[in-house]
């Protein structure tokens, strides 16, 4: 089992910059995938990034694309999520889950087995 804990969540003005943490434990880490999700209120949990467990290859949102950048630490345990020039739509919890098996859909909640607490960001215009 994989326990998995988000940090690095805040408020910040639009066209800012943050940098979201998911520490996991165990020694399992390196055998999933991982992806970050997020969600604002009234609305359902939307992908925004994927990284395989090498972290050789990674997917994105269209809405996050070029914008966001995903990357993992397999020796500190840790995937990150590097966000820029953030906008008031960007406003959300932001999760991070491990994916249950290779060749799942990433972009499917459903596909994650293991999920975080969630982080708050909240962008202002």
């Known amino acids: 089992q994989v326990q998995l804990v988000e940090s690095g969540g805040g408020l910040v003005q639009a066209g800012g910059s943050l940098r979201l943490s998911c520490a996991a434990s165990?020694?399992?880490?390196?055998?999933?995938?991982m992806g970050w999700f997020r969600q604002a209120p009234g609305k359902e949990r939307e992908f925004v990034a994927h990284i395989t467990r090498s972290g050789g290859s990674t997917y994105y949102a269209d809405s996050v694309k070029g914008r966001f950048t995903i990357s993992r630490d397999n020796a500190k345990n840790t995937v990150y999520l590097e966000m820029n020039g953030l906008t008031p739509e960007d406003t959300a919890v932001y999760y991070c889950a491990a994916l249950s098996a290779a060749g799942a859909a990433v972009v499917r909640p459903e596909s994650y087995i293991y999920w975080g607490q969630g982080t708050q960001v909240t962008v202002s215009s």
């Open positions: 165990g020694r399992a880490f390196s055998r999933y995938a």
